[in-house]
Nanobody, 120 residues
């Protein structure tokens, strides 16, 4: 099993920045079998959408709405994945979730989510 714990959400004014963290832990073999790490968000009244997706080769794709403003980084020593969010907009307000996928094990893991609120 893999556990994901997000942190770093909060209230920020438009134009500000936040950095979300996702701590990955669990059974070593399960963690090592993760192929994709992603960030999702669910805004009020909207469906959940993928924000970013990083494959095992380190390549990251972003949804158009955040390109140029958000960036993903990892710290293997800390078993953590980060979502740096700059130039935040009110429409970025959402609960942000960390997601991990193991294709070989056909497993998907989710964190509990962290609230990001951007005031205008």
């Amino acid at each position: 099993q893999v556990q994901l714990v997000e942190s770093g959400g909060g209230l920020v004014q438009a134009g500000g920045s936040l950095r979300l963290s996702c701590l990955v832990s669990g059974e070593a073999s399960a963690v090592q079998n993760i192929n994709i790490m992603a960030w999702y968000r669910r805004a009020p009244g909207k469906q959940r959408e993928v924000v970013s997706s990083t494959n095992s080769g380190g390549s990251t794709t972003y949804v158009d709405a955040v390109k140029g403003r958000f960036s993903v980084s990892t710290d293997l020593a800390k078993n953590s994945v980060y979502l740096q969010m700059d130039k935040l907009l009110p429409e970025d307000t959402a609960v942000y979730y960390c997601n991990a996928v193991s294709l070989s094990r056909n497993k998907e893991y989710w964190g509990q989510g962290t609230q990001v609120t951007v005031s205008s």
